[in-house]
């Protein structure tokens, strides 16, 4: 077994809709690139605590129940990851804050995908996959 058998990170991402059917981006403060709510885990922290912890960090955001979506890896100039996204239910959209890790939010539904600059294809694929199922 070589050495580089798990250089990724593992990210959680948490895939959040709304009543009008649109998913709550965020765009990286770093890339200006569009992504998901989540993050990493910590050492010893459990994927669904940690999942939540980021919801609430990311956004102030008070989430529950994350259920597992998809997977896949991404790749960039800063790093590898491993992702699994998660459909989460939250008690209250209204008052949402980012952290300095973003520079904004909006709300994306699929007619509007195609302008969106996400940090990777994946992510793209896996929002329309989620919004073509509402």
Not at 9 to 27: P, R, S, T
Request: one cysteine or more; a negative charge.
């Amino acid at each position: 077994m070589s050495d580089q058998h798990l250089i990724a990170k593992i990210g959680q991402y948490a895939l959040v809709k709304n009543k009008e059917n649109k998913v709550l981006i965020l765009e990286r403060t770093r890339s200006k690139t569009w992504c998901l709510p989540g993050g990493r885990l910590n050492d010893d922290e459990e994927w669904d605590s940690a999942l939540l912890r980021e919801m609430d960090e990311e956004l102030t955001l008070n989430c529950n129940n994350p259920r597992p979506y998809m997977v896949n890896v991404l790749k960039d100039e800063w790093q590898t990851k491993y992702c699994v996204y998660f459909v989460v239910d939250c008690l209250d959209l209204s008052s949402l804050q980012i952290s300095d890790e973003h520079s904004d939010l909006k709300w994306v539904g699929l007619n509007e995908i195609d302008d969106i600059n996400f940090e990777d294809t994946k992510v793209k694929e896996v929002v329309c996959s989620f919004l073509g199922e509402g």
